[in-house]
Nanobody
Framework: QVQLVESGGGLVQAGGSLGLSCAASGATFSITDMTWYRQRPEKQRELVATVNIRGEVKYADSVQGRFTISRDAAKTTLTLQMDDLNIEDTAVYFC???????????????????WGQGTQVTVFP
């Protein structure tokens, strides 16, 4: 019901900055929470930052004070500004949304979650 496409990953030197963007399309009106996850090499996927339907944000302790999550009012774009990057931030970053069920004409679409394809961020010394 919602399609997500991330962009903005790449190579950056430690201490540098990088911005990620996630474009959402489809039933964006039904989106509640929008979240960035990451998966570091040989690690489980972990939450990085999230913003809920009220605009409240939360960050993982490891990125607090360095990363900033934001979204537009239409919930069509989610961004992650990453500053003071370090090698441990190297990961594939994923955009994720949760949405509430809705009717479209005569068909009901239940609550859903969607993932983007991921974008690689590599921080080098």
């Amino acid at each position: 019901q919602v399609q997500l496409v991330e962009s903005g990953g790449g190579l950056v030197q430690a201490g540098g900055s990088l911005g990620l963007s996630c474009a959402a399309s489809g039933a964006t009106f039904s989106i509640t929470d929008m979240t960035w996850y990451r998966q570091r090499p040989e690690k489980q996927r972990e939450l990085v930052a999230t913003v809920n339907i009220r605009g409240e944000v939360k960050y993982a302790d490891s990125v607090q004070g360095r990363f900033t999550i934001s979204r537009d009012a239409a919930k069509t774009t989610l961004t992650l500004q990453m500053d003071d990057l370090n090698i441990e931030d190297t990961a594939v970053y994923f955009c994720h949304v949760e949405g509430l069920g809705y009717w479209n004409r005569t068909r009901y679409y239940p609550d859903f979650t969607s993932w983007g394809q991921g974008t690689q961020v590599t921080v080098f010394p």
